[in-house]
């Protein structure tokens, strides 16, 4: 049942002095007293709807509250699970960009000297052959085969032989310059590409090349007082000329050099 | 149907049930075209478990690669055994990962947060 709407002290002390003078049998045949008695009712009956009222209106209230709280609550838990969902899946697609980076890495890399692979250099050398097409600054191609290496293998073993592909790996590498690019082309020849650069000056970064070679100690072969040397077969690449081309005529050059007595620079 | 047994595939990872045990396994990559069909069958089957047994359940995982829909649906799958621990069933997950691959430690590691029931991670092997 719903209760009255509280009164206020003045409005109390009216009803009950209205209720005081209905119930003195002094006014009973007061003509006003009838009325005045239907009036009170009626007042009492109104208040009381007006508690009702005000007791249902509460309600909707708090259950429109609660929908909003439920509603507000939800939404956080989507949000923190929205939230979890792109942590994890983040963590994954990292993993997935680091693989795929790690693969690409070792597509391009040789294993063993860490140097650029065949793959590798022949991007370069497409990429470079386009340059040099579009600005018509030539580029220097050297290939290095080293010498005797089967007897370097079969003397001394191959992982000996492995040792000696790594310290050239190093020396080559340590000869060019900055902007040079060197890679194993395979077995033990090695691809030496020098973008925009004319032969004169290739020839003499090649010198160095082969000096430096010629200039290593290594361990396994100390006591008979060897040496290791590499040939060097080199091109310019010709304006409009196919990369396939300009390589080939590296090789030439490089067995010319091998058939001249090798630790030698042959140019096409 | 109580046994859900799917084979693996390059995209999916092999799943494997034991209603009598109440064991559940998976195991591999899972990035389907479909995750929502893929996982509909799994779900369904746990879901039913849930419903008609009263015995403990276990999820054996060893997965490794995840897409997006493939975590949201394993998150649903965790929220169910949430929600049934909550009421008082014995619900677990035990996830291994190869120790080569540290990375999937952490992942199930998220996995794990908000979770209260029992969820062990462990290098397999």
């Known amino acids: 049942m719903a209760e009255k709407p509280p009164l206020s002290p003045a409005e ?60 507000a609550e939800q939404y956080d838990r989507h949000l923190r699970r929205l939230d979890k969902l792109a942590r994890i899946s983040d963590r994954y697609q990292n993993s997935l960009r680091e693989l795929s980076e790690a693969l690409k890495d070792a597509a391009l890399r040789d294993p063993l000297t860490g140097l650029g692979n065949r793959r590798f250099l022949m991007e370069h050398i497409r990429d470079e052959t386009g340059r040099a097409n579009r600005k018509a600054t030539p580029y220097s191609l050297a290939i290095l085969d080293v010498d005797h290496f089967k007897h370097i293998n079969d003397r001394f073993g191959h992982e000996a032989g492995d040792t000696a592909l790594c310290q050239i790996a190093q020396a080559i590498q340590a000869a060019l310059r900055e902007y040079d690019l060197c890679g194993r082309w395979g077995g033990e020849e090695f691809l030496i590409m020098l973008p925009e650069t004319p032969l004169e000056y290739a020839l003499q970064v090649a010198e160095r090349v082969r000096l430096s070679i010629q200039a290593l100690n290594f361990a396994f072969m100390e006591q008979e007082g060897l040496r290791i040397t590499a040939s060097l077969g080199m091109a310019l690449h010709h304006p409009g000329e196919a990369y396939p081309e300009t390589l080939k005529r590296a090789d030439n050059a490089l067995l010319e050099a091998k058939s001249a007595g090798r630790n030698r620079i042959g140019t096409a | 149907m109580n046994a859900l047994h799917i084979l693996a595939t390059q995209s999916t990872p092999s799943v494997t049930s034991d209603w009598e045990q109440g064991l559940l396994t998976m195991q591999g990559d899972s990035y389907p075209e479909n995750s929502f069909e893929f996982f509909g069958d799994i779900i369904t089957w746990i879901e039913r478990y849930l419903k008609e047994s009263r015995a403990p359940l276990r999820l054996e995982l060893r997965l490794v690669y995840m897409n997006t829909s493939s975590v949201k649906a394993m998150m649903d799958i965790f929220d169910m055994l949430e929600e049934a621990h909550q009421h008082g069933r014995q619900v677990g997950v035990d996830w291994f990962y190869d120790p080569r691959n540290e990375r999937v430690l952490d992942l199930a590691d998220e996995f794990r947060e908000d979770c209260s029931f029992p969820f062990q991670i462990a290098a397999d092997g």
Not at chain 1, 44 to 66: K, N
């Open chain 1, 12 to 71: 109390q002390a009216l009803i009950e002095r209205i209720e005081a003078l209905l119930a003195d049998p002094a006014h009973a045949a007061n003509p006003l007293r009838e009325p005045m008695a239907a009036l009170f009712a009626a007042s009492e009956a109104q208040r009381e709807r007006l508690g009702r009222l005000v007791h249902i209106s509460d309600g909707y209230h708090l259950i429109s509250r609660d929908q909003s709280q439920t509603l």
